[in-house]
Structures are given as C-alpha cells and as structure tokens.
T-cell receptor, first 117, second 112 residues
Framework: DTGVSQNPRHKITKRGQNVTFRCDPI?????LYWYRQTLGQGPEFLTY????????KSRLLSDRFSAERPKGSFSTLEIQRTEQGDSAMYLC???????????????FGAGTRLSVL | QKEVEQDPGPLSVPEGAIVSLNCTYS??????FMWYRQYSRKGPELLMY????GNKEDGRFTAQVDKSSKYISLFIRDSQPSDSATYLC????????????FGDGTTLTVKP
C-alpha cells in the first residue's frame, strides 16, 4: 500500500482552460475527500464521497467544479473555465468508515498544485 | 469568526526545547481532534488523533484536549531540527459528518 496518490503533482494552465486531477485513495478506504489549500491557510473542505456516492459538497464548490468517483475507487476533480483565483493546492484524503471503526481519520496525498496564468 | 482558531506563529525555538502548539474552537459538536504536520509543498501528514477529552502520548508528542474549554494542545518534547514544519490542528464532529475543519497552521522552526 503506497498511500494516497495524486496526479499530476503540478499543473500550469491558462485562464479559461479546463483541468482535471486524479486521486487514488488507500485501497481499503471507502471515503474520499477533496480539500483546497491556499498559501498560509489550512485545508478547506470541498466535497467527499462514501464509495461512489457524493455525500456532501461545500458552498465553496462552485458550478465550475465537479467531482466524480464512478466505481468507488479513484476520483477525479474537474475545474472548468479556470480563473486565477483557482490557483491553490488541491488535496485528496481517504479514510475508512465502517461502523464502530470509523474514526474519520483522514490520510492525505501530496496534493496537486494548480497555477492559473 | 472561524470555527477553529490556531496560534499563527511563526515559532522559533532552540533544539531540545519543549514546544506548545494550541488551537481553540467554537463548535461543541467536534469530537475527534487531529494534529497534522505539513512540510513545504507537501500534503499534511497525520501525527496524532484523540477522541473527546484527555491526553494521548506518542514518543516525544503529547496531545491534550479540554472540551470544557474548547481548547487543544500539542506538546513536542526534545524538539529536533527535523520537527521544523507547519503544524495543523483539525477537528471533526460525529462519524457521519465527513469533513474535517482545519486551523490555519503554526509554522515551527527548530534551530540547531
């Protein structure tokens, strides 16, 4: 088990372009989370999945953002028509939620750093 | 006002010092309390977690939770230069709440 994997590690794009990030969680984890982190701030929650179901979305997640986890394994986060304000580190985390064992302890990937020019 | 407030620092200490990092929170529903360490341009790494009030010790690290005061702390004993990083506190409510709410981090530098 290699932990949470995110690709790409760094993405540079021009304003108005679409970008997609991928996250592969720890293999036995059924919950997957997306966060956004800007310089000097803590991670801010965007959305999370339990298996393939998207259970919660933050109001931070505008209509230009969409996340999927089609088979309950890896997830993608797409940003359409990127804006300079989207520049941030996008972090993925996973956890195991299974009855009494659910401690909601999230393990993070290394993140994808997005730069919108 | 943010749900979780963290002493911003930065904090600079000599090697071997005891470090105290603190967070306060306003949401009484928080039951799980975590500390993460984050190196520059890396993802957060889980250091410790505690459930409800009390203390938890792991090597040089001790986490304390005082739910009555809505205050949590992380103590690092015998600090090392390799401890230099940003420390994030995080909290979550019941197990169905999903998300964690983070503080903005305290940057620690341990000087040899």
């Amino acid at each position: 088990d290699t932990g949470v994997s995110q690709n790409p590690r760094h993405k540079i794009t021009k304003r108005g372009q679409n970008v997609t990030f991928r996250c592969d969680p720890i293999s036995e984890h059924n919950r997957l989370y997306w966060y956004r982190q800007t310089l000097g701030q803590g991670p801010e929650f965007l959305t999370y999945f339990q298996n393939e179901a998207q259970l919660e979305k933050s109001r931070l997640l505008s209509d230009r953002f969409s996340a999927e986890r089609p088979k309950g394994s890896f997830s993608t986060l797409e940003i359409q028509r990127t804006e300079q304000g989207d520049s941030a580190m996008y972090l993925c985390a996973s956890s195991l939620a299974w009855g009494a064992l659910d401690k909601n302890i999230q393990y993070f990937g290394a993140g994808t750093r997005l730069s919108v020019l | 006002q943010k749900e979780v407030e963290q002493d911003p620092g930065p904090l600079s200490v000599p090697e071997g010092a005891i470090v105290s990092l603190n967070c306060t929170y306003s949401n009484s529903a928080f039951q799980y309390f975590m500390w993460y360490r984050q190196y520059s341009r890396k993802g957060p790494e889980l250091l410790m977690y505690t459930y409800s009030s009390g203390n938890k010790e792991d090597g040089r690290f001790t986490a304390q939770v005082d739910k009555s005061s809505k205050y949590i702390s992380l103590f690092i004993r015998d600090s090392q230069p390799s401890d230099s990083a940003t420390y994030l506190c995080a909290m979550s409510a019941n197990t169905n709440a999903g998300k964690s709410t983070f503080g903005d981090g305290t940057t620690l530098t341990v000087k040899p």
